[in-house]
């Protein structure tokens, strides 16, 4: 086959260079094809196959289930099982494959879709909450006959472990992306997806090569292919001929060395060549990733998604993590970064990152029933998740952070139940720290422009330019037809980040960015010029952000920032940019 190349947006850096391994989307978008008559029982069979891995795969989470789980997940286990077993499932979709020939995958969907239109026409509830279940039970058997991430094979036909393959899929969810938290893959490449969508935020997060928004590359790339990402330029080249394979492989060399040089500077501390000492924080998704923020040198945790923790759960939102679940896993987080500040974000689901995809139904749910606005709206949730982090605060030094506040109300209304969650736990006689920090996240343009509001009630404020970006500049962060908009060097949101760390700083409370920018080492002299202190962002990204700095002469950049500032025209803050990498 001759070799090609795409082009796509750059996730994560460096390059990654394997073998093909291609994700199907279980549930929409499966193969349609007529099975002639002599494969007709093989197919059949590996339906059956496929639905009785499935209910090993449930007896196994089953008996897996840690004593202390609350009753509901076994419940929830038991109905999946039920529903498998049920002739609805379990026979119907063989008779679809006899009589119209369908493949096994197009029969079971097919099905599926029949018993969904007949749940939405029942009237009680309870009884129509159950199509999510028939629908879940089904995206598992798909997933299995289909391959994808439920049932990644440990080695491929020839041999390679995961290290040696490239996940190839249209779209990856955020909970998807979990999966291959404890499977280090070569690297992913997507049809869609934005730069700053959380399935990229994710793969930045696993520090692996990762190109998004290729179009119609789980099209054109076929299964064992050899690739290459190259990470840095959102390239991907498939079936490389050998001197360009040697080219990439040099590259990969250099950046290995250039890591290896760059792990010497862990214990350094990050202060400019004139002195000013700047924090460095980890942004992390579960309390497993502190071991890579310590290992990074953090200063601390200056953002903790903690909905990464709900995400991902049989059962979605009729399955939240406990509060004592949640205490577990803040405290751990709070222990091993050992004395370090650790701030936990309130849950910010909605969006791209919905509890649970199926029961996703809001019109656009990036503007919708998001972050805050689903906690002020569940307020026994958030009482359970305010009441676990506080509970945290009692084991070291934790910082509340609230997604998405944009109204005076929301401010009230949060502080009020914080109070609330810390006179809960003083009747329970739990510990925790009275004087814990409350701050914003200021991600919503209205947010930026009534800091007062802000900073009269918050003890600090963390800039969310991912969604500042998104919602200045009226561009959806995954959808990759509008990536090239995405322009964190827009005036507009120039003059939002700006104005915010000076008001913050006029007001004395601390102001750190948490957004993708703090991560770019192409902004970091600008933010620096800006005034900015403090940065939190993927642990992978912190030493080469520190090596940026300590070249850095803060009085020389300030007046090239200055100029920036002023710019309205995109030439002109090029140019500048360019000039204040020289300074
Ligand atoms: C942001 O919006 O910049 C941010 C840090 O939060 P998230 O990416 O999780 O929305
Ligand atoms: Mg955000």
Redesign the pocket.
Same mark, same amino acid.
């Given at each position: 086959m001759a070799s090609f190349t795409l082009h796509g947006i750059p996730v994560s850096r460096g390059i990654a260079i394997g073998r093909a391994h291609l994700l199907t989307p279980a549930a929409l978008d499966v193969k349609h094809y007529l099975v002639p008559d002599e494969s007709i029982e093989a197919e059949v069979q590996r339906l059956q196959n496929a639905i009785a891995t499935v209910h090993k795969e449930l007896q196994t989470l089953w008996s897996d289930l840690p004593k202390d789980s609350p009753a509901e997940l076994g419940a929830f286990i038991d109905v999946h099982a039920l529903i498998l077993s049920d002739p609805m499932i379990a026979e119907v979709p063989l008779d679809i494959i006899r009589a119209r020939h369908y493949n096994a995958e197009w029969a079971l969907v097919t099905q599926i879709d029949e018993l969904s239109s007949q749940f939405d026409d029942i009237g009680d509830a309870y009884l129509r909450e159950r199509k999510a279940d028939i629908q879940q039970v089904g995206e598992r058997v798909l997933k299995v006959l289909t391959g994808t991430a439920g049932s990644l094979p440990k080695v491929n036909e020839h041999g390679e472990t995961h290290a040696g393959m490239i996940v190839v899929a249209h779209d990856i969810s955020p909970a998807d992306m979990l999966q291959f938290r404890d499977r280090s893959f070569g690297g992913f490449i997507t049809d869609l997806g934005g730069q700053n969508s959380?399935t990229a935020?994710v793969a930045r997060s696993l520090d692996i090569p990762a190109a998004v928004g290729m179009t119609n590359a789980s099209a054109l790339i076929q299964q064992d292919d050899w690739v290459i990402i190259d990470g840095d330029n959102g390239v991907v080249v498939v079936d490389p001929p050998p001197e360009v394979l040697n080219q990439y492989r040099d590259r990969q060399l250099r950046i290995q060395r250039e890591r290896k040089k760059l792990s010497k500077l862990k214990k350094t501390p990050a202060v400019t060549r004139d002195g000013v000492k700047i924090n460095l924080y980890a942004n992390i998704e579960f309390p497993e990733d502190c071991a890579s923020a310590m290992e990074a040198g953090a200063n601390g945790v200056g =953002?903790f998604?903690s909905e990464f923790l709900f995400m991902g759960r049989i059962g979605g939102s009729a399955n939240l993590p406990t509060e004592d679940e949640q205490f577990e896993s803040y405290r751990k987080a709070v222990e091993m970064m050992k004395g370090r500040p650790v701030t936990i974000r309130t849950l @910010?689901i909605g969006a791209d990152k919905p509890l649970d995809a199926a029961e996703q139904t809001a019109p656009n749910p990036a503007l919708g029933l998001r972050a805050i606005r689903y906690c002020l709206a569940e307020p026994q949730m958030f009482l359970a998740q305010l009441r676990a982090i506080l509970r945290a605060s009692a084991y070291g030094p934790v910082k509340l952070l609230v997604p998405m506040l944009a109204h005076a109300f929301e401010i009230e209304k949060t502080l009020g139940l914080i109070e609330h969650a810390m006179n809960q736990l003083r009747a329970a006689n739990k510990v925790f720290d009275p004087l814990i920090q409350v701050g914003a996240m200021i991600?919503i343009p209205a947010a930026a422009l009534t800091l007062p509001m802000f900073v009269k009630r918050m003890d600090f404020l963390s800039i !969310?330019?991912? @969604? =500042?970006i998104q919602y200045t500049l009226a561009i959806d962060r995954v959808d990759h037809e509008v990536a090239h908009l995405y322009n964190p060097l827009h005036p507009a949101v120039l003059q939002l980040l700006s104005h915010t760390i000076t008001t913050g700083a006029k007001a004395g409370i601390p102001v750190s960015v948490? !957004?993708e920018m703090a991560g770019d080492t192409k902004l970091t002299r600008l933010l620096l010029g800006m005034g900015l202190r403090e940065f939190s962002m993927h642990p992978s990204q912190i030493l080469s952000v520190k090596q940026e700095i300590l070249n850095c002469d803060i009085e020389l950049l300030a007046p090239q920032t200055k100029k920036i500032l002023r710019s309205f025209d995109p030439g002109d803050i090029a140019d500048a940019m360019e000039a204040l990498a020289h300074v």
């Open positions: 959380h935020i =953002l998604r @910010d991600e !969310g330019t991912n @969604d =500042l948490c !957004g």
